[in-house]
């Protein structure tokens, strides 16, 4: 842009209101600023209606050039600011994604729960408005969770969950499930590695409405240092997502899957028709369903009888005074897998009992049993098997099994009634539950009387009704749930004492 010259402008031209030179007196091409600064008490000065008035000093030229140098200054300080406006933006954008922070390390400012007398609640971490599922890597000391970062995008967090302090952070990302449902959470180990996974199910094309278009997308986190590794296949139905073993299993809820590996994220489909039925095993064929993965291959059941494929098979692994074609698997946990048997025919208390018992997934050899009172009405569901942080000891219901001292409990009175739901196990064998629960939902949602349990002795002991049990345990940490009165929901740490 080109500076006006003197003879741009009329002689004797001033401001007017519209912004433009109007012919009339208000400064001369000889007038000058005065030394004041631009205005003097009996000089010129600025007036309403944006125009100068009075004695004012100064040519047009002058007074260009030093309204040029203000716009000049101005400029520069709007730059500045800005650029240091866009830093802290981008910086927060890397960190959170939002205003607020997720986690507090003070829980001093969070109400503090009533908890075992094992856990220290004055002490430990809290995440706020989370998702219902979180994960945990035991041996790289994370748990991950998700948290929303926009209206329908979502972010994986991890923290120490010793600490609280913050991990790495994943980057935001659309699943296929509708804005109002979280994805869904868990976590794998292979190797020595382990990973955090998550998952949706839906069309990448909404308005598509084909059930062949829908696929299962997963994003498989390194749980150490948060590299990700994006997955999707085709799927049909609804499906079921674990990672109780070394690899990713989505399968129908049948004998149709797809086994992931959490390393390279190949795929591979097994049909029905490629399970390996053991010959002679009629049973296997009936209601077959692919239960997980283990080092060895497939964990597939029937009606009854179950059997690895390309590995072992049940009815060569029994527990004793069982009978040998009756095997049902439960669940699988740290490379073990729970099952339920029938007693011998023979035997007097075949009608009122069964045995659980602990395989080893590796080869299926039998590690701990105990005999169970059957109940009068069969569960919904089977009971889901927990791992302490160092795998010595599982529950599952009113099961505990020590494994080092191959010993099993079954917590309940003698004629079946007040059975125990375990909730949590840590690496001590102190294991926290609920006497007359419905399940581990219920126990944890304050149903039935709380209890803890030293699995050493295997001796329950009463808690005072209001204490709130642990969701899980990490290392060193229980895990506590509560949902606050404007229903958000609240995930926090308590260090254990000693």
Request: glycine share 12%; aromatic share 8%; with cysteine.
């Given at each position: ?8 402008v009329p002689s004797g031209g001033r401001f007017s209101r519209v912004g433009r030179f109007s012919r009339g007196s ?40 030093r309204l040029t140098l203000v716009v000049g200054v101005i400029v520069l300080a709007l730059l500045l600011l800005l ?371 030293d699995l050493t002795t295997a001796t329950p002991e009463a808690l005072a009704t209001n204490v709130r049990l642990p ?28």
């Open positions: 842009m080109r500076r006006p010259r003197p003879d741009d208000g400064f001369s091409r000889g007038s000058r600023f005065s030394r004041g600064g631009g205005y003097s008490p009996g000089g010129s000065r600025f007036r309403g209606g944006g125009r100068f008035r009075g004695g004012g000093e100064g040519t047009i030229r002058q007074r260009i050039v650029s240091t406006c866009g830093g802290n933006k981008a910086a927060k954008t890397k960190d959170d994604g939002a205003a607020k922070k997720a986690v507090t390390n003070v829980v001093d400012r969070a109400p503090r729960l009533s908890v075992p007398d094992g856990y220290d609640a004055a002490r430990g971490w809290e995440i706020v408005d989370g998702s219902p599922d979180f994960a945990l890597a035991h041996d790289t000391n994370r748990l991950a969770y998700l948290e929303r970062a926009g209206a329908d995008r979502f972010r994986l967090r991890t923290l120490d969950p010793e600490t609280g302090e913050r991990g790495w952070d994943g980057e935001p990302w659309r699943p296929l499930f509708t804005p109002d449902r979280f994805p869904r959470l868990l976590s794998v180990a292979k190797d020595d590695q382990e990973y955090f996974v998550t998952w949706s199910y839906g069309k990448l094309d909404p308005d598509e409405l084909r059930p062949a278009d829908s696929i299962v997308s997963l994003d498989i986190y390194n749980a150490a240092d948060g590299s990700r590794l994006r997955v999707e296949t085709p799927w049909v139905d609804a499906p079921k997502v674990s990672a109780a073993g070394p690899a990713i299993l989505i399968s129908d809820g049948k004998a149709t899957s797809a086994v992931i590996d959490p390393e390279t994220g190949d795929v591979v489909k097994v049909p029905p028709g490629s399970l390996g039925y053991p010959k002679g095993c009629k049973e296997c064929r009936k209601l077959t369903e692919v239960h997980g993965v283990t080092a060895k291959g497939l964990l597939v059941g029937g009606a009854k009888e179950f059997w690895v494929r390309g590995g072992w098979f049940s009815r060569q692994s029994a527990p004793k005074d069982t009978d040998t074609a009756s095997g049902v698997p439960a669940s699988m946990a740290s490379g073990y897998i729970l099952a339920k048997w029938q007693k011998k025919r023979a035997a007097k208390d075949a009608r009122t009992h069964e045995v659980w018992a602990v395989h080893d997934a590796a080869n299926g050899k039998v590690v701990a049993q105990v005999r169970c009172r059957k109940p009068a009405i069969n569960p919904a569901e089977d009971p889901r098997l927990i791992a302490s942080p160092d795998g010595r000891f599982l529950i599952a219901g009113r099961l505990a099994f020590d494994l080092d001292a191959k010993k099993a409990y079954c917590f309940e009175e003698a004629d079946g009634t007040q059975p125990l739901t375990l909730t949590t196990v840590s690496d001590d064998g102190t294991a926290y539950g609920a006497v007359s629960a419905r399940n581990t939902a219920d126990a944890l949602a304050g149903g039935g009387n709380p209890v803890m349990v969701s899980a345990e990490a290392s060193g940490v229980g895990l506590f749930r509560w949902t606050d009165s404007k229903d958000r929901p609240h995930l926090i740490g308590y260090p254990r004492r000693g």
